[in-house]
């Protein structure tokens, strides 16, 4: 369904750290969505945002600074056992960047690690970010900025953007401007390098259409169990 679709950016990133378990980090954005000769066999999203059928494509630019805040009291990077890392940041796309594309991206996401007995870790990670453009009101969120959940990385044992915006008939709809997601991991490791392990997890989130919207009854749940491999640095 698309003739042409072109998505392209960079970045330039600064860091200061004034301890050894604090970071602060600035980084300018920029971006660029195209498509062209849009049909009708093509994602819901992409006709959405362009207004199909009374468009047929679109040209959205995004340029934006980053801002985040980071502690870090692991007592590992790669498998750790205790400690705590704190992350609180936001993204903004402003018009006096430049760009047809403004919103306010706030995030904050913890993760917690405690023996869980012999050489075992409980671990625990909650995560959650909203949008919204309070500051460039005349400008729309594009589909394509907003959340999608599932994966190994957020829910598993959903498929990646599966977890999404769901209507009053339980329809998915799409991406939504807020999403929220919760895992709790049992490890177990097999060695004493740590690099072979298995992990018993529950995870719970939910894509939620509005800022700092909730919906209980869209929650997604998922628990199983699986196998996981450090590589060596």
Not at 5 to 11: D, E, H, P, T, V
Not at 96 to 112: A, D, I, Q, R, Y
């Amino acid at each position: 369904g698309l003739d042409l679709w072109l998505r392209r950016g960079g970045a330039l990133r600064f860091g200061w750290r004034p301890t050894d378990d604090d970071k602060f980090d600035v980084s300018y954005n920029y971006r660029r969505v195209r498509a062209d000769n849009i049909e009708v066999n093509a994602p819901t999203e992409i006709l959405n945002e362009a207004g199909f059928p009374g468009r047929f494509a679109f040209d959205r630019t995004t340029s934006s600074i980053i801002t985040k805040y980071t502690r870090d009291k692991r007592d590992s990077n790669r498998f750790p056992r205790e400690g705590y890392r704190v992350q609180v940041g936001n993204e903004a796309a402003l018009a006096f960047l430049g760009g047809n594309v403004g919103f306010e991206k706030p995030w904050v996401e913890f993760s917690h690690y405690v023996p869980g007995g012999w050489r075992n870790i409980i671990a625990y990670r909650f995560s959650y970010q909203t949008m919204f453009n309070a500051f460039t009101e005349n400008r729309r969120i594009p589909n394509f900025e907003k959340y999608f959940l599932g994966g190994v990385d957020t829910i598993r044992g959903y498929p990646e953007r599966e977890v999404q915006v769901y209507d009053a008939a339980g329809r998915a709809v799409g991406s939504g401007q807020t999403a929220g997601y919760f895992n709790l991991e049992y490890r177990i490791p097999f060695d004493e390098e740590d690099q072979f392990s298995m992990v018993l997890f529950y995870d719970m989130g939910g894509v939620f259409d509005g800022a700092f919207d909730l919906k209980t009854e869209q929650i997604a749940r998922g628990a199983g169990a699986g196998f996981r491999f450090a590589s060596p640095v």
